[in-house]
């Protein structure tokens, strides 16, 4: 009765409709798991602040631990776990650098999801369009973005923050 052309299209229908059903019950299920992870975050010292052509830049160095381990499940694709310098300037009334970074992939969670990394020289340095770090207060905090097989990216804040002052005058 039916073409071969129609029962193929009815299988094709089919198997599309159980992996999209599949999909969203492992998108779902996701969200089952503790998303909170430990971390920390600490200056250990304010290196080479100097004027650079009218900005400001400094090398800042910093102790950074986390534990990702509770991130993964069989959704994760690979956790991306940055640490940012936030700031006010009369300019600008939010400022948000990223001196380090690391990404942490899901077949390598067993030797780089549990860190705790001590002097760490930032990757990139905490530079201000303009003069305003100097007798200025910073922020430090760790922030992660959890990459799933399927579904939503989610960005978080953790809740380690360390603050610190930057010194009125140059070093370099």
């Not at 599949?22 to 200056?43: H, P, R, W």
């Not at 860190?115 to 760790?142: H, I, Q, R």
Request: charged share 20%.
């Amino acid at each position: 009765m039916h073409t071969w052309g129609t029962r193929a299209n009815a299988v094709v229908y089919f198997a599309i409709t159980v992996l999209m059903v599949a999909l969203g019950c492992n998108v779902l299920s996701g969200y089952l798991f503790d998303k909170n992870i430990n971390s920390s975050v600490q200056l250990v010292k304010i290196e080479n602040f100097r004027k650079d052509r009218n900005n400001d830049k400094a090398q800042i160095i910093f102790n950074v631990a986390a534990d990702l381990t509770p991130l993964f499940n069989w959704n994760t694709r690979e956790v991306f776990i940055y640490v940012v310098a936030e700031y006010e300037t009369k300019s600008h009334k939010k400022n948000a650098v990223v001196l380090w970074d690391q990404i942490v992939f899901y077949s390598d969670k067993e030797k780089t999801a549990k860190f705790n990394l001590t002097n760490v020289v930032g990757e990139y340095p905490l530079s201000d369009v303009g003069t305003g770090l100097a007798n200025n207060k910073v922020k430090l905090s760790v922030h992660y973005n959890t990459i799933p097989i399927t579904g939503l990216l989610s960005w978080t804040t953790t809740t380690s923050r360390n603050s610190f002052s930057f010194p009125s005058k140059y070093t370099k």
